[in-house]
């Protein structure tokens, strides 16, 4: 069986999406990629956003793959899945050009994993797959879908929905090789802010998951339980970039942990890096060694700057607000580049919280505008305002935001669209 695995060529014009416009690595087609040859079946990833492919030519390169199975990502990299663009009108639009390609259309990403009858009916799939997808798709070369779980699908009965979102083993997921060419294709360095920039950027997971359960966090259909890969395996992936000219790499870690055997490693190899973390997990001791190690960018979740905030959106944090502050200052003294990332959390005085960002900018540490909270379909927020995530869910939660915010951050769109709109094909 062949399988043509495609990254859309990505558009958030009048999207609510706060996250990287970038063409970023679409890690999880490639280990997909890897687990769907070592089953012993063809595979080839087209990444339009990376190549900036129109319809035409993405369909054409796909056509010539004569694939047995199309396989479409929802969100713009694995990075993302935890703060993807609520509307489907890429993929959707993707999945509509393709359609005179005889083969199974997948689509695999975070709508899938949560509203799976939604999004195979919004996308016109043939079948969708729930939570991780890497060990999925290999066994829908089968021949029987009635025997794989994990799936939504269309059958002579309607649409099926097989079993519960599935969670890769990340021991078998192997030290991933991108062609050298596509890798020198790779300028941008993710969430990485100075004027001295060189070389290839790439982005690596040595973890997925993650132990806490924040309200906002849609993560109990694909990155519920924290798991790490092998130190080896990222190692070696890391090494194999390294020869190909990557001179920074981005953590796609749901949240990056204190690890001082990756960071020793990291520290004897020429390269840099960036991480998304909570500050609150350190030490000061780790946060030299983190600097040490090579690292330019932290990404910090601070989410409220009170204690009732932060209560409110289950976060757990068992320091001050105080002693964050502190913690991000001594990161600060060993990396270029410090972020405080806030959300609007509705129990903050808005005079503490431009209080508090001053301070923090006056120490050179970004802290953005609070971004106003969206209530993800599978998170906590969305489930105790409308219960469990039905075939409206993205709608309601899209509605719901526009309605209650009459302004946006500043990583937003000022003006963005009803999700309607955004979808209309």
């Known amino acids: 069986m062949n399988f043509a695995l495609v ?50 030519e993405t369909k054409r390169r796909v056509g010539e793959l004569r694939p047995d199975f199309i396989v479409v990502t929802t969100a713009p990299g694995y ?17 509509a050009g393709l359609a005179g390609i005889q083969a199974v259309k997948v689509a695999v990403g975070p709508h899938a994993s949560v509203t799976p009858s939604a999004a195979l009916t919004k996308l016109g799939a043939d079948v969708v797959v729930m939570g991780e997808p890497e060990t999925v798709l290999p066994e829908l070369a089968g021949g029987s879908l009635d025997r794989v779980k994990s799936i939504c699908y269309r059958s002579g009965q309607g649409i099926r929905t097989q079993g519960g ?16 060419e596509y890798v020198k294709r790779r300028a941008h360095h993710h969430h990485r802010f100075c004027s001295n920039i060189s ?35 990222v ?7 390294i020869a190909d000219g990557v001179e920074y790499i981005y953590f796609i870690d749901e949240i990056f942990m204190p690890d001082r055997k ?27 060694l983190l600097g040490e190690a090579g690292c330019v960018s932290v990404e910090a979740g601070v989410e409220s700057v009170s204690e009732a905030g932060r209560k409110h959106l289950g976060k757990k944090c068992a320091i001050t607000t105080d002693e964050i502050a502190f913690l991000l200052m001594t990161a600060k003294r060993g990396v270029n580049f410090v972020q405080a990332t806030l959300l609007d959390s509705s129990m903050d005085d808005p005079e503490v919280v431009e209080a508090w960002r001053s301070l923090l900018i006056s120490a050179g540490i970004w802290v953005n505008s609070p971004v106003p909270l969206f209530p993800y379909p ?48």
């Open 235 to 241: 190692l070696d992936e890391i090494d194999g970039l």
């Open 378 to 425: 599978g998170s906590e927020e969305y489930s105790r305002r409308w219960g469990e995530p039905d075939s409206r869910a993205w709608e309601r939660a899209h509605e719901h935001y526009l309605a209650e915010n009459g302004s946006f951050s500043d990583i937003q769109e000022s003006d963005p669209l009803p999700l309607a709109e955004l979808e209309a094909v």
């Open 165 to 180: 979102p599935r969670a890769s083993d990340l021991t078998a997921l192997p030290a991933l090789r991108w062609p050298r």
């Open 262 to 288: 990756l960071l020793e490693s990291l520290s004897a190899r020429r390269v840099k890096f960036g991480i998304q973390t909570r500050i609150d997990l350190w030490k000061p001791q780790m946060l030299e």
């Open 7 to 56: 990254n859309p060529n990505w558009d958030f014009s009048g999207s609510i999406y706060f996250g990287c416009r970038e063409p970023h690595f679409p890690l999880e087609l490639g280990y997909s990629k890897a687990l769907i040859e070592r089953a012993g079946h063809g595979a080839r990833i087209i990444d339009a956003h990376l190549e900036g492919l129109s319809p035409e």
């Open 199 to 233: 070389g290839c950027g790439a982005e690596v997971a040595a973890s997925r998951g993650c132990p806490y359960s924040c309200t906002f966090c849609a993560k109990r259909e694909f990155r519920n339980n924290y798991r790490k890969r092998p130190l080896p395996a």
């Open 79 to 95: 990075l993302f899945w935890r703060c993807p663009q609520p509307e489907l009108r890429v993929p959707r639009r993707l999945l």
